[in-house]
């Protein structure tokens, strides 16, 4: 469906830029758009390799893992359908663990399989889970300890201070995480009154 969107917005703005007379310029701001892209790309893979290995070592020396084991009591609470010790509460802690410390990448898998893991507990099998949508809300939202994204176009937009947004991201995003987990378990309990 996104592409569909995408077409017609694309080709709704050639026709538009056509019509009104403007295709030179329209042209013009087409090659200086896919100029700039490609300047960003190539500015932000060395940033983003920079931060992609500070993020590995930081993975090699433990700190992901130490970040999940704290991680463990808070979740046995989110996620109270999750017998403990099962598999999908390491890949859930594991995730939430790489999300914080901006390791996008290493979280993706780490989310599916924790998806994979839930989808076996679930009793429904064609309805999403309450612990799949808590996870999903949690996964979404994220708190950004270290926010590589956010600080990669920074620093390729040429900010003098990249960095400065660790601490308004963390706040940020610790609100939207709060926010998130309250309205996911307001409507867990109210499908279990229903379903009562």
């Known amino acids: 469906m996104m592409d569909i969107i995408w077409v017609i917005l694309l080709l709704g703005g050639i026709a538009i830029g056509v019509i009104s007379g403007k295709g030179t310029e329209m042209t013009q701001a087409l090659m200086d758009g ?39 009591g808070v979740l046995h609470r989110l996620f109270p359908d999750i ?18 410390l901006g390791m996008g990448n ?5 989310g599916i399989k924790a998806m994979e893991q839930m989808q076996r507990l679930n009793t429904s099998p064609d309805t999403a889970s309450a612990a799949m949508c808590m996870f999903l809300v949690m996964n979404t939202s994220s708190v950004q300890l270290i926010p590589t994204g956010i600080i990669n ?26 926010v998130g987990i309250l309205v996911a378990s307001l409507f867990r309990r109210l499908s279990r009154r229903r379903g009562a």
């Open 83 to 100: 017998p403990a010790g099962h598999p999908a509460m390491g890949a859930i802690s594991m995730n939430l663990a790489a999300n914080m």
């Open 34 to 72: 896919a100029s700039r892209a490609v300047e960003l790309c190539v500015r932000l893979a060395g940033v983003c390799a920079l931060w992609m290995g500070l993020m590995e070592i930081m993975r090699r020396a433990g700190w992901v893992d130490a970040l999940a084991r704290r991680l463990g």
């Open 153 to 178: 176009f920074r620093h390729a937009a040429g900010s003098a201070q990249a960095g400065a947004i660790v601490l308004p991201a963390l706040i940020a995003t610790t609100c939207s995480t709060l």
């Open 106 to 110: 290493a979280a993706t898998p780490l």
